[in-house]
């Protein structure tokens, strides 16, 4: 297991320099920087020239990398254009997408397996056929549309919640975002785990387990859903980077302050600064849910082992 | 043993969800409009760091405007340049200027402004190591092109033209004679800096500290500032209400939404997808006035093409074949005025504003605009392509619909084309590299109300938004001779006289004057716009 875990660690590395360059490349092929952030006036050529000293813009784009990367292992991840660190920018926009992240997945995890776990166990009964339509409803419905519509009528006509989260984003002004966040993945979770579940519970070991006589309940938690599970894992494991970057739609109707909305700002403003750090961190977020989901393995199927 | 193990990851995940949670319990009425009379109002991310000679976008000026007061101010009403700071401002050859300020103004940290406030700021926004993007304000006064030379290093520190008579007085030589200079000094790069502003610099730019209505009470960077009323400003001009919440909004749609949930008072920049409902949402609590801003199409004069005499004709024709009324009715519901003109309505006719100076040349005639592209032998290359960015503003819906005009004039459905670029920055390096061969949408959002500001940093030759590289000797001796003028009716009648070259030789088609547009709460009251669209916050009064 160790082995294999530094087998993992080291094969992280090349893939993190690999998307990083990719990134930096991108941003930099979009054009002057410098261009921008002078709005539609241009910068006199002066100050222009300052200002692409100041950012390191002058030298060439490999040895930019270089210079970055290298400051990137100090912690420094630059500074962005309205003269923040990088890191501040960070430390105020992670914390809100991680929360609004671990509520999103709970909803994965509460809704989707539970209705997974009783739809499988019904197959081709009302409820079944119901919740099947259901979910195909919401995977067909973008997250654009559920969320404003959800805003529409929670937050205007019926004022149950706020239409916008306040910047300090406390979990309870969150639950309706992180569910509209959910939605389309918890529709997945559902459906995996009704197949898988479905497909298990004419399984060998879960015959014997009844003709043992154990109680239905311990069946399913301890035997059934155990094994079933393995799938479900995996999806939901590399949802969880998904979800980190993917919440600009989310973030962006409901004002949510993130990761997703400093992204979207640094693009919009070719802050490289900003892009390539944030892009950086959810690279790292992904290979380490990855690999948890890998690890996750062999606690759920004993059969699995790592040299 | 398997048992532990299972415990040991329930456990870890609930620790984690737990130092992810535990951090979101602030208090959630921060956000709402609160009591006191607060108002709370939609904000941007400003894009650069909040310094008055660094700011030159609309959201970093609406602070400037609360938390600063400078010489002069331009009147919210009319836009008239008012004495605010200035008790006098003295010259007898629109050269040399001697400025006295009124005694008893002080910071809101109680420091005294003096001449040296002025000075010391003035300098350092005009210093190229302080990569002020706004130091260009400070280019007319005498000793700039050694502070701020084009390139190379800086070769002096400080602007020779500057000099300090006492506490209260100052003078200030320009390069060239320019009469109406005084009334630039309202714009907030000519803002007073404190002494703590040179000596803990970044502790000012976390809490700007200025000597205006308002004080900063808390500043959240990219999410939230608090505003409050300053009990004991000097000036005329006190909050009518206890202070402006400002939020920041990534989508102005959300804020609009929140607008009509009850949760934000003021909303001042409606999104143009909801300008359909915004009379049935708000009734006569929207406001639609003239801005200081004007849009237009842009030519390259730097490709051999389009700089020729035939040109003008070609260009007078496009600019005939535009169906400005139409556009402005459909695309942008009447929140865009058709321009006949280079300047804006906020000028007022004394101002320098002349409705239907440009005349026929700026309206929609589908036969004489046929004969004059065909007179002045077609559109080069036989293809007009309009670039745009397509990231912000919507601009795809107008420039397609200008082309649809266009196209429809010439019975050719690919005379005109839209080219879209992805990005605003991109779009801006490509226009200021010179880079496009074709038009480009090109606009001019006024500095400060003059005609001045209208004409000569866009279209004097090499001036630095001048991005088509147009150049007319005629002109240029007009505007210099205007600025000469000691007489300000002189002044503005000769800069008309300028502006009657750009209809002969038609260097940008001017399109429409841009309206700025706001929603309010009924909560609130006397909410207005001033001419450069941002609210009047100090009168607004909360019920």
């Not at chain 1, 992670?94 to 997945?105: G, K, N, Q, S």
């Not at chain 2, 398997?2 to 535990?22: D, H, K, N, S, Y």
């Not at chain 2, 600019?319 to 280079?342: C, E, G, H, L, Y």
């Not at chain 2, 547009?517 to 006397?526: F, T």
Request: include cysteine.
């Amino acid at each position: 297991m160790g082995r294999y875990v530094i087998r993992r660690l080291l094969q992280m590395i090349p893939v993190f320099f690999g998307t990083t360059l990719l990134i930096f490349l991108m941003v930099n092929v979009m054009g002057d920087p410098i261009a921008g952030l002078c709005g539609d006036r241009q910068c006199d050529p002066a100050t222009a020239a300052q200002l692409e000293a100041e950012f390191g813009l002058d030298k060439p784009v490999w040895q930019q990398y270089l210079t970055y990367m290298g400051n990137v292992f100090t912690g420094d991840f630059g500074t962005a254009f309205n003269g923040q660190p990088v890191t501040e920018l960070m430390a105020t926009a992670f914390p809100i997408t991680i929360r609004l992240t671990i509520i999103a997945i709970v909803f994965e995890i509460v809704i989707g397996i539970s209705l997974g776990v009783v739809t499988g166990l019904r197959r081709g009964r009302p409820i079944d056929t119901t919740v099947l339509i259901l979910t195909l409803v919401v995977i067909s419905i973008p997250t654009f549309v559920t969320g404003l519509l959800l805003q529409l009528l929670l937050g205007v006509e019926w004022g149950i919640i706020k239409p916008s989260v306040s910047p300090e984003a406390p979990v309870n002004e969150l639950l309706i975002p992180g569910l509209v966040l959910a939605s389309v993945s918890l529709a997945y979770v559902t459906r995996l785990t009704r197949t898988s579940i479905a497909e298990n519970a004419r399984a060998d070991y879960v015959r014997t387990a009844v003709a043992k006589g154990l109680p239905r309940r311990r069946v399913v938690v301890r035997h059934l859903l155990r094994n079933s599970l393995i799938p479900v894992v995996t999806f939901i494991g590399t949802d969880v980077g998904a979800l980190m970057g993917g919440a600009i739609v989310t973030e962006r109707i409901f004002n949510i302050h993130g990761v997703g909305y400093q992204l979207y700002q640094g693009i919009l403003r070719q802050n490289s600064q900003t892009v390539v750090g944030f892009v950086t961190v959810l690279v790292l977020v992904f290979l380490a849910a990855n690999l948890i989901v890998d690890l996750l393995y062999a606690v759920l199927d004993p059969r699995i082992r790592y040299a | 043993m398997r048992g532990a193990t299972q415990a040991r990851w329930a456990a870890c995940a609930v620790a984690v969800a737990l130092t992810a949670t535990a951090c979101g319990g602030g208090d959630s009425d921060s956000g709402g409009g609160g009591a006191d009379g607060i108002v709370s109002s939609s904000w941007g991310d400003p894009q650069n760091p909040l310094e008055p000679a660094n700011t030159n976008e609309v959201q970093g000026g609406k602070v400037l405007d609360m938390v600063f007061r400078g010489l002069k101010r331009y009147d919210p009403k009319t836009g008239e340049a008012t004495d605010m700071l200035a008790e006098k401002i003295e010259t007898t050859d629109s050269q040399n200027f001697t400025i006295t300020i009124k005694d008893g103004w002080t910071f809101s940290n109680g420091e005294k402004i003096t001449s040296k406030s002025f000075v010391d700021a003035w300098n350092y926004g005009a210093a190229l190591k302080n990569n002020q993007k706004n130091a260009y304000f400070f280019q007319y006064i005498d000793g700039y092109d050694k502070v701020h030379p084009e390139s190379g290093t800086a070769s002096a520190a400080a602007l020779a033209g500057l000099k300090i008579v006492n506490d209260r007085t100052f003078t200030a030589k320009l390069s060239q004679k320019f009469s109406l200079w005084p009334d630039t000094l309202g714009y907030p790069a000519f803002a007073p800096l404190p002494q703590q502003f040179f000596t803990d610099h970044d502790a000012w730019l976390s809490k700007p500290v200025g000597n205006g209505p308002y004080t900063i009470d808390k500043y959240a960077k990219g999410s939230s500032m608090n505003l409050r009323k300053w009990d004991e400003y000097p000036g005329d001009d006190k909050a009518q209400n206890g202070g402006i919440d400002l939020k920041v909004y990534t989508d102005n749609n959300t804020a609009y939404t929140d607008l009509t949930a009850g949760n934000l008072d003021l909303v001042d920049d409606v999104p143009a997808s909801q300008l359909k409902n915004v009379k049935a949402d708000l009734g006569d609590r929207y406001i639609n006035t003239p801005a200081g801003i004007i849009q237009t199409l842009a030519f390259p004069f730097y490709e051999k093409a389009w700089d020729t005499p035939d040109g003008a004709k070609v260009r007078q024709g496009l600019s005939m074949a535009i169906n400005r009324v139409q556009i402005t009715d459909q695309i942008f519901q009447k929140t865009r005025t058709p321009a006949s003109d280079w300047t804006s309505p906020v000028l007022g006719a004394d101002g320098g504003f002349k409705e239907g100076l440009c005349g026929k040349e700026c309206t929609y005639d589908k036969t004489a605009a046929k004969k004059l592209i065909e007179e002045g032998g077609g559109i080069p290359g036989g293809q007009l392509k309009i670039s745009y960015n397509a990231d912000t503003g919507s601009h795809k819906e107008w420039v397609d619909a200008v082309c649809n005009s266009i196209n429809n004039v010439m019975g050719d459905n690919k005379a005109c084309v839209g080219g879209p670029v992805g990005t605003f920055a991109d779009f801006r390096s490509q226009v200021s590299q010179q880079k496009l061969s074709g038009a480009w949408r090109a606009g001019w959002q006024m500095d400060y109300p003059l005609i001045q500001n209208f004409l000569q940093p866009v279209y004097y030759t090499n001036a630095p938004s001048n991005d088509g590289k147009w150049s007319d000797q005629k002109f240029d001796d007009l505007v210099d001779q205007a600025n000469a003028e000691t007489d300000k009716a002189k002044a503005v009648s000769t800069f008309q006289d300028a502006e009657k070259i750009l209809v002969q030789q038609m260097p940008v088609i001017p399109l429409w004057y841009q309206n700025g547009s706001a929603g309010y709460s009924d909560r609130v009251s006397n909410v207005a716009l001033n001419s450069f669209s941002v609210p009047v916050y100090e009168e607004i009064k909360v019920k």
